[in-house]
């Protein structure tokens, strides 16, 4: 194994000069450093490294984050592929932008409560043990809240994002082939997250789920790309019209048993009962009395008229007679 000390850097910078004041002057100088790839195992003692923004130590058998105090300039620290379970001994790098720590074997993303702003965090495809998911501290979410803007957890057996919703300066997520499946909690976060532009949850079992991707469009106003697909105004303005007018139809049906029940409230089995013993008698009778009204009147006094006669002609042969 290989320990990174300053003899190592001056082998792989290929420092000529063989004057040690000379070449701590140097390192007093560089900004960028690359040992990825070099079998390093042990971060040892690298104080004149004063002004360095850049550290590269990917793909190497580190197994500890140590001896870093000196480096309260760097921005950006590669340390993917390495043998790292803990996220430690971080908190003198106080300009820390971007950390790279994808790779390893941690279980849980803690120790970042002291670190002043990172912007970026990638921790994508830890090694975990069998059936565990990737765990998150509230403590170091709560301090990354207001400055992560990037975060790529892919390949974690994460579950749920419910509490991620803290960090709300969030704009780019990658998510990819984790176990996310409930629309229900990606709404919750959706919610929160009011900056988000990007959203990569490719391989996760809800992208199996009915009008999945409509109804991410539907909730985050935001959201320009999902699972590396433009999504285009005219595409969430006709979801959102669409979304707008089944809301309002399933408003008027649940409105609509109530105005019936309003406007009928003997039931609808003793309305037909009436219908058919009531009325259509009142019909015949209607009919009856409409013949005997069109009845000529003319005829009527005529035969008045004769049984009058025939009673006064009775009546005078009966005195004639007396």
């Not at 219908?275 to 015949?284: A, D, I, M, Q, T």
């Not at 009845?295 to 007396?322: C, F, N």
Request: hydrophobic fraction near 35%; aromatic fraction near 6%; charged fraction near 30%.
């Amino acid at each position: 194994m290989v320990r990174l000390t300053l003899d190592l850097i001056a082998k792989n910078v290929g420092h000529k000069s063989r004057n040690e004041e000379d070449f701590r002057q140097y390192l007093q100088k560089i900004t960028h450093l690359n040992l990825s790839d070099k079998n390093i195992d042990t971060i040892g003692v690298l104080s004149f490294c004063k002004n360095l923004r850049v550290l590269y130590l990917y793909d190497n058998q580190i197994s500890q984050i140590q001896n870093l105090d000196f480096a309260s300039n760097i921005t950006h620290l590669y340390l993917q592929n390495n043998c790292i379970s803990s996220i430690e001994n971080l908190s003198s790098l106080k300009k820390l932008e971007k950390l790279y720590l994808g790779g390893n074997y941690i279980t849980v993303v803690e120790g970042l409560d002291k670190i002043g702003e990172i912007r970026e965090l990638h921790i994508e495809s830890q090694h975990l043990p069998l059936g565990e998911k990737l765990l998150f501290d509230p403590v170091s979410l709560r301090s990354l809240a207001k400055s992560l803007s990037v975060l790529n957890i892919s390949n974690n057996n994460i579950d749920e994002l419910e509490e991620l919703a803290v960090l709300e300066n969030l704009s780019y997520l990658k998510a990819v082939d984790n176990q996310l499946q409930h629309m229900k909690d990606l709404k919750v976060v959706l919610n929160k997250w009011t900056k988000l532009r990007r959203m990569d949850l490719t391989g996760n079992p809800i992208c199996q789920k009915p009008k999945y991707r409509d109804q991410i469009i539907v909730q985050s106003q935001t959201l320009e790309s999902l699972d590396g697909k433009e999504i285009k105004e005219m595409e969430r303005q006709f979801l959102m019209n669409w979304q707008a007018s089944k809301t309002a139809r399933k408003k008027s049906n649940e409105r609509m048993p109530d105005a019936a029940d309003s406007e009928t409230p003997h039931p609808t089995l003793a309305f037909h009962r009436s219908h058919s013993v009531e009325e259509k008698p009142n019909f015949l009778v209607l009919s009856q009395k409409q013949k005997i009204e069109r009845k000529p009147l003319p005829r009527i006094r005529e035969r008045l008229s004769q049984m009058k006669a025939q009673v006064e002609e009775a009546s005078k042969v009966k005195a004639e007679g007396s």
